[in-house]
């Protein structure tokens, strides 16, 4: 069975600083894909970004980008020039294999503040 | 605009009623799923569907019951014998088959109080 852990319940930066949230994830899959979802206060899952195993480049989207060690199995975010609207809960996904289900974490609840 | 709705936003049941929480796609996706969320719990797995007139529980099915009659339709049902049916309730929709990608796309939630 997969399990994804994340292991910083809440986290704060400033505006405009850089922060990394951490994710770690447990499989005997060899093709799967690894995603970061925000759910800001109106509780709207996002997706913010998705990693493709087989590729060795880190995904990136704008300010957000990931450091993606397969071999450790991390998945980490990095939030580059914090936002107040990036205020929110953060959940790192992982699917696997021939397995439609999305495995959570329990979230990480990152607070920018002014 | 392409998406997933959900109705109602917020329900109220009285203990020991049934009720039903809508979720409808537009996406044309061939997979939708049901989570719960709780404080603390992240987002479970109730129930999942790959194809119309097919679905499998999840982590915690018991208490709810699903039907996949069309493609754009997914609705689920709090029984009575659901214990503690408190929560937001995130439903979602992939591509699905041998296209997919893993992306879930989710609805705006209902939250469900039971008084």
């Known amino acids: 069975a997969q399990t994804v852990t994340q292991s910083q319940p809440e986290m704060s930066v400033q505006e405009a600083e850089t922060v990394t949230l951490s994710c770690t994830y447990d499989t005997s899959e060899s093709n799967y894909y690894l995603f970061w979802y925000k759910q800001p206060p109106s509780r709207q899952m996002i997706l913010v970004i998705r990693?493709?195993?087989?590729?060795?480049q880190n995904a990136t989207e704008n300010r957000f980008s990931v450091n993606f060690q397969k071999a450790a199995k991390s998945f980490s975010l990095k939030i580059s020039d914090s936002q107040l609207g990036d205020t929110a809960m953060y959940f790192c996904a992982f699917v696997g294999g021939s397995n439609y289900k999305l495995t959570f974490g329990k979230g990480t609840l990152l607070t920018v503040n002014p | 605009d392409g998406g997933i709705t959900q109705s109602p936003k917020y329900l109220f049941r009285k203990e020991g009623q049934n009720v039903t929480l809508s979720c409808e796609q537009n996406?044309?996706?061939?997979?939708m799923y049901w989570y719960r969320q709780d404080p603390g719990q992240g987002l479970r797995l109730i129930y999942y569907s790959q194809i119309v007139n097919d679905f499998q529980k999840g982590d915690i099915a018991e208490g709810y019951s699903v039907s996949r009659e069309k493609k754009e339709s997914f609705p689920l049902t709090v029984t009575s014998a659901q214990k503690n049916p408190t929560a937001f309730y995130l439903c979602?929709?992939?591509?699905?088959?041998?296209?997919?990608?893993?992306?879930?796309?989710f609805g705006p939630g209902t939250r469900l109080t039971v008084l």
């Open positions: 990693q493709e195993a087989y590729k060795q």
């Open positions: 979602a929709s992939s591509i699905g088959g041998l296209n997919r990608n893993g992306e879930q796309f």
């Open positions: 996406l044309n996706h061939d997979a």
